[in-house]
């Protein structure tokens, strides 16, 4: 069974995104523990990258932060593994594929399983060129995470049958980043992917305040946030992990 399903064995899940190494390694590591103390169910750590196609300017510019501090894959995996030492909630890597071919896949992904990564979420990887990553994941025990998109109509059935982990459910078109509200359909994508598996599904892009996280969660498996998080760091740098667990305690409390 994927340590993934953990995260959602205890009601809603409530899943932060972080970019790691902004503004310091140091503060990712205390970010992490004061969002698992304050609820999180599983933590999606982002691997800075020069050219995140899929983020809005909030995570964009976290991952130039971050890249300007010297924050490469090796300095990631060494985080993680300290982490590890207490942090027992799943987490998974949201990076690009250009870090994984660039790092060797097999090396990536056999390290990921190593040190205790449950997961990978690679946006700009289309659900018919998974292929490149899936057997190595399969190999190692690392779940490929799959993206279904309202754009993804006539496929969202295919890529339900196919999925590990969880899915993860974009919740309206365009990049990352706040918004101030979701008119999309998700009820009848939600409706598909049960049709067509048992995996947890959680929504995100878009998310930002309680209320919207448990409108989300209402009608899946959980919310993730990510560019309301990575603004707190932006805003108060290193003393943003005491402010990000007590946002993350009023979100999980919505979602329950």
Same mark, same amino acid.
């Given at each position: 069974?994927?340590?993934?399903?953990?995260?959602?064995? *205890?009601?809603?899940?409530?899943?932060?995104?972080?970019?790691?190494?902004?503004?310091?390694?140091?503060?990712?590591?205390?970010?992490?523990?004061?969002?698992?103390?304050?609820?999180?169910? $599983?933590?999606?750590? @982002?691997?800075?990258?020069?050219?995140?196609?899929?983020?809005?300017?909030?995570?964009? /510019?976290?991952?130039?932060?971050?890249?300007?501090? @010297?924050?490469?894959?090796?300095?990631?995996?060494?985080?993680?593994?300290?982490?590890?030492?207490?942090?027992?909630?799943?987490?998974?890597?949201?990076?690009?594929?250009?870090?994984?071919?660039?790092?060797? !896949?097999? =090396?990536?992904?056999?390290?990921?399983?190593?040190?205790?990564?449950? @997961?990978?979420?690679?946006?700009?990887?289309?659900?018919?060129? =998974?292929?490149?990553? #899936?057997?190595?994941?399969?190999?190692?025990?690392?779940?490929?995470?799959?993206?279904?998109?309202?754009?993804?109509? *006539?496929?969202?059935?295919?890529? /339900?049958?196919? /999925?590990?982990?969880?899915?993860? #459910?974009?919740?309206?078109?365009?990049?990352?980043?706040?918004? !101030?509200?979701?008119?999309?359909?998700?009820?009848?994508?939600?409706?598909?992917?049960?049709?067509?598996?048992?995996?947890?599904?959680?929504?995100?892009?878009?998310?930002?305040?309680?209320?919207?996280?448990?409108?989300?969660?209402?009608?899946?498996?959980?919310?993730?946030?990510?560019?309301?998080?990575?603004?707190? $760091?932006?805003?108060?740098?290193?003393?943003?992990?005491?402010?990000? @667990? /007590?946002?993350?305690?009023?979100?999980?409390?919505?979602?329950?």
């Amino acid at each position: 069974m994927s340590n993934i399903k953990k995260a959602f064995e *205890n009601g809603k899940a409530f899943i932060p995104f972080i970019t790691c190494g902004d503004p310091d390694l140091e503060t990712t590591a205390a970010t992490v523990r004061a969002a698992v103390a304050n609820g999180a169910d $599983l933590i999606e750590l @982002g691997i800075p990258f020069s050219d995140p196609t899929a983020e809005g300017p909030v995570i964009q /510019a976290a991952n130039i932060r971050a890249l300007k501090g @010297g924050v490469k894959t090796d300095k990631v995996f060494s985080l993680v593994r300290e982490l590890r030492k207490d942090v027992t909630v799943p987490m998974v890597f949201m990076t690009y594929a250009n870090v994984v071919f660039s790092y060797g !896949s097999e =090396r990536f992904i056999s390290t990921c399983a190593e040190i205790g990564i449950d @997961g990978l979420i690679l946006p700009d990887i289309p659900f018919e060129e =998974r292929e490149e990553f #899936l057997p190595v994941c399969r190999k190692y025990g690392v779940d490929l995470i799959s993206l279904i998109a309202p754009t993804s109509e *006539n496929r969202i059935g295919m890529i /339900a049958k196919e /999925a590990e982990g969880f899915i993860y #459910l974009v919740s309206s078109l365009g990049v990352t980043g706040v918004r !101030s509200e979701i008119n999309t359909d998700l009820e009848s994508i939600v409706s598909i992917i049960r049709k067509n598996t048992d995996i947890p599904c959680a929504i995100g892009f878009g998310i930002s305040t309680p209320e919207q996280a448990k409108k989300m969660a209402d009608i899946s498996d959980g919310a993730i946030v990510g560019s309301a998080i990575i603004k707190q $760091l932006a805003q108060y740098g290193t003393a943003a992990p005491e402010h990000i @667990g /007590a946002y993350v305690k009023e979100m999980k409390d919505a979602i329950r």
